[in-house]
């Protein structure tokens, strides 16, 4: 398993349960490569509204290849996360620190569908932490001032990268919407020498689209307050001869917990798509009671529709986004 890689995640349900119910059908197919040395024990996270679900996988330190089912996951709209240990699993407990991790990833899974994500596993964080004492209340909360290009995770008082090039080493916490594939590619660039590169949407009526959650680990849903932040993107959507791009469009955006979008303004789409140069999207966020919750920041692009899913010539770019 190639942990600073991406691990393919494909989504499956069918038919009903013995009960006939079709809540817990959902399934999705871990493929890895290459597991390290300090890989022993794979768990995986589905979340699910007010419903967590975990299973952990021995792994075979060396093995050149490996493949597991999570089964008995909801129908519907949730995320996948994945944690890797360098103990046994009957070795890993709740104080047990995992070595590599990934950022959670949304996927939708559907009665017969095939929905597929990539977990992008990296190495952990650390941080220090100090307790105060308050004898005597009322007590008022340390503030806790972010550094540029970083924004505060709400109820976990830490800060997190929000500037992200795609280069080597740099904090990275973007995964793709169900219909999208996505990774690092060096085919294009803004500025650097890398970007996301990202395939067009399985399904041709609905966008392809990258995503970060940024505050959130595990099961936690923690958000930001973004009220008056501005919120930028670079795209890139090459010229591909024959394909019509008339009714091609672009967009950014935050998400709340509920999904609710946050609008950001004109600037924040483009429509159509102008191919074959970077465009740059920005927007402004709003201050209303929505935008002091944003848990998702979203980028779409709805693509000419003869650009298929598998054709690998068909692929678009994201770079330099920022979040200030």
Known sequence: MVMCGAVLVTGSCDGASRDGSTDDLGQVQVALTQVPTDARCLRLTANAPARQITRQVPLTVGAAAFTTTFGG???????????????????????????????PVSVTTTLGGMPSVSLLMHRPG???VSVDFCATPPCTPTTVTCAAGQQLCISTNMCVSTSWGFEPGEPFAWGNNAETNSSLSTAQHHSGNTSLQAT???????????????????STQVVMDLRGKSF????????????????????????DPSFVRSTLGATATKAPVVPGAWFQLTGTFPSTTLESRIYELS??????????????????????????
């Open 299 to 324: 980028i779409e692009c709805l693509l000419p529709p003869d650009w298929g899913f598998a054709d690998p010539s068909k692929v678009w770019f994201v770079d330099d986004v920022r979040v200030q």
């Open 126 to 128: 650390s941080v220090g």
């Open 200 to 218: 067009p949407s399985s399904d041709p009526t609905l966008p392809a689209g990258v995503l970060s959650l940024p505050c959130t680990t595990d």
């Open 73 to 103: 996951l909801p129908v519907g709209a949730l995320t996948v996360s994945g944690d890797v240990f360098g103990v046994a699993c009957s070795n890993v407990g709740s104080s047990t620190v995992a070595t590599w991790v990934s950022d």
């Open 232 to 255: 930028s993107a670079w795209i890139f959507v090459p010229a591909a001869a024959g394909s019509s791009f008339a009714n091609t469009s672009c967009r950014i955006s935050g998400l």
